[in-house]
């Protein structure tokens, strides 16, 4: 499929691993992305609090610019959980403010440009390739399946709330990602903090809130018995892995969990090298994790019990069916 | 002109400040005695309540002495006192049909505040009712003869009750429940709040009565399929399914349930934290004592199915009785039963608490849902009444239940489910008497509104239960810091009266989920003519002075199936429903109201588009004719027929289109008068 493209700053520099690994799987899950030409910064989450009409106008700017540019696709897809959001709410904002949409609209012609709220569809990376591209067209092109890694899919809070024009099955405890790493041979692990936050900017602005947040993440993740993490958001994977290593001096404590994007475990699973994904940038080496990878399949334990469970099995175990 | 032989007596009621706050009583009398004098209004009264024995009497006096053909009665809606009006002209000897009401109170003095405006729109309507009323005419009401037979649908405490009273009355009796066995939520429950007398104790004597009970036809494991006819004269079809037990051979040994080797999870009775076996008892005490075979998880049938085979068969080769009692090859059956009435007792679900992930249901293993600590709780249940966590053996030291689990919460149910609070009150003093354990309730507001019921409330806060006023945000495994122990459950939660966000570790949280209808109550309310409100629960005629029976006739509700309600008013409510079907059944035959539809046979081209459109499904198309005839015992006078009809061939009695177009003229009466000024 085709699909409008907005970067973002983060993946040019800190994580170019997620681009560079976008890049390599996009022709086998036969994705064609058109950059947006000129496109500007989001202003990520704090300028919304700072400027309300500025930093809609901002992210105006982008959509006017994919509006105009647009010619396949009416899908403007990113990959940042931040640059996602601003999209999707600036246009979910124009579409039922009528102030905002004519001032926003205002501030863009004085550039030459505007843009019709609910033109295009802004949607997340994850998005796309999970319910677009579908898991039956990945799990076809898997020639290297994950079999025997533990991963803690893990969401942030950005991209399954306030979910504008309802793309995800729960709010709280999506499981698309989930589906996804099962269709590449991995084993997501069952966990609670799915959509907790991951602390965002205050790693620069309150390094011990932060530090709370991520040790969370990562002990809920160690807890559950994960590998590694798998996440879809530069900020995100930034506080988890770079900050991992501060986090464990505060804390005295030594967590080595990876940080991966699911882009870089799709690309594994496609058969590319770690090196073309941009593997082997990240803090916290995932090089012992990635060594669990089995060609076989682990064997499921017998899943159709003979013995008759004892008291001393328990109750029956909880069941999301 | 008809008009100028009738004498109309319109009389408009104060209903106290009701009308007369805002509408100018004395006015609209004016109004209907000088300009609709030649409408064949001979007089106009105000009273203060008409409905009153004496503005009841004022009317009947007019008619003999005044010798009145029509009456108006300008006050509240006819849904509130029509019968009375009605009555009122009956007993001076007027035909009732040829009495109306105008809706001035409800449509004008409820709805508007301008004095001027109000009296205007209140005038109008008088107008238009005596118009409508010139064109009424007399009729007789429709008698039909009454079966003495009743349906209950439900074996719950609510359909026990109501089966109990109609059968010791002396009449028939079918009992239909859809599952294994009588006895509904109330038989897995071990206490009842606020006596914690013992349920099974209480439930199980009404269980065993109704199953013996000579006027009692039990049908267990059983569904209605198919209702017709009408108030007196139901046909209903039921399916009863199979069980694959010789019903009448059966002793009830259960050497077969002992010997089947398959042991499978029981989410029904035991909640999903017990096991039951291929071939079970639904309980202990279940009535009838018979078990059922589940062909899902049988060996034999799993076997015949996928490869052609059986195999295991050890209930029917260990089976002591002769002929044997296991039936492999047993068939649904269809019954047909002729009954009069219906009383509809088809209770609850639970609310699903998969739904709110945040709060870890099914996925956190201690995270149980209060029907599966009732079970836990009870000394039959599959922890032998110790409460425990799921390794089933440690007890825990501290239990949070977390209130208002999708109930009073926009993103899933709006409606209070009426019991959770109790209940949570009864499992948290269930819970510390037996382990000992803290006892946490996190409560948007307790509500403890029945006899005895804050008393049981206080007694809960002295044994040292905790409150929390707090909804809780979430209930989490994983700790928040290095401070925090690992294996608890944290509960995070706002708490609004300290003003602090606390988050208390515990290990195990109980899930006070809300009441929610059966997911096929709309299907089940077709079957049976009744509708659902927009939560699901099934509609009662009116709100207060008549919460038992429903717009159509002859059908009843009563327990949850109405809407949450605990056990003493599901008593009261099957109680009171067999009252009125006893009432029913003593008069021997019912009066219908005569507004009915009739097909002009000359107009009709046979189309059929009214067939399907009858929610009552009292049109049927006769084929030697080529017309669509409506039963008119069944027809409830909607007029959806009546508005549908392409070619104008259906007349609605009481509504004909002569009387509504006279309506509409007398309510355009000054519109009119203006335009012919102009």
Known sequence: ??????P??????????????LLAIRADIDLELQEIDDWNCCGATEYMSVHRVAAHSLIGRNLALAQQQASDSDVLTAGCSACYLNLAKTDAQMREDAHLNATVNEALAAGGLAYQPGSLKVRHLLDVVCHDIGYAAIKARVVKPLHGLKVAAYYGCQVARPDYDGRWDCHEHPTAMDQLLRALGAEPVEWSLKTQCCGGHMSVIGPEVAFGLIRRLIHGATQAGADLVATLCPMCQLNLDAYQVEMNKHFHSDYQMPVLYFTQLMG???????GELGIGKEFVDAAPALAKIQAEAPKVAEAKRKRRPKPSDGLPPPRME | MTSQQERVGVYVCHCGSNIAGVVDVESVVKFAAEELKDRGVVLARDYTFMCSVAGQELIEQDIREQGLTRVVVAACSPHLHEKTFRGACERAGLNPYLAEMASIREHVAWVHSGHAAATAKAKSIV????ERVLKNEALDAIKVPIDAATLVVGGGIAGLQAALEVAEAGYEVYLIEREASLGGHMAQFDKTFPTLDCAACILTPKMASAGSHPKIHLFTWSEVEKVEGFVGNYTVSVKKKPRYIDEDVCTGCGICVEKCPVLVVDDNFEAGIGYRKAIYWPFAQAVPNLPVLDPDTCTYFIGAKTKDKGGCKACEIFCPTVPNSILFGQKEERVTLKVGNIILATGWELFNARRIPQYGYGRLANVFSNLELERMCNAAGPTGGKIVLRDGQTAPKAVGIVHCVGSRDRNYNPYCSAICCMQSLKLAHLVKERSGAEVYNFYIDIRTPGKDYDEFYQRVIDEGVHFVRGKVADVSDVPLGPGEESGKLYIQVEDTLAGLQRRIPVDMVVLASGLEPRHDSAEVGKTFGISCSTNGWFIEKHAKLDPIATMTDGVFVAGCAQGPKDIPASVAQGAAAAARVLSYIRQGELALEPVRAS??????????????????????????????EINAALCQGCGTCVAACPAGAIQGSGYSNEQLFAQIEGLLREVRHETEVV
């Not at chain 1, 700053?9 to 681009?19: E, F, H, V």
């Not at chain 1, 594994?268 to 770690?274: M, W």
């Not at chain 2, 107008?127 to 005596?130: L, Q, R």
């Not at chain 2, 081209?605 to 017309?627: D, H, K, T």
């Open chain 1, 1 to 6: 499929m085709k699909a409008l493209f907005y």
């Open chain 1, 8 to 21: 973002g700053c983060s993946m040019q520099k800190n994580a170019r691993p997620y681009l560079d690994s």
């Open chain 1, 268 to 274: 594994l699973a496609f058969g590319k090298n770690a």
């Open chain 2, 127 to 130: 107008s238009g009712t005596v």
């Open chain 2, 599 to 628: 097909v002009v046979e000359e107009q009709c081209s046979g189309c059929r588009l009214c067939n399907g459109l009858c929610p009552y499904n009292a049109i049927s198309f006769v084929e030697e004719r080529r017309v669509s």
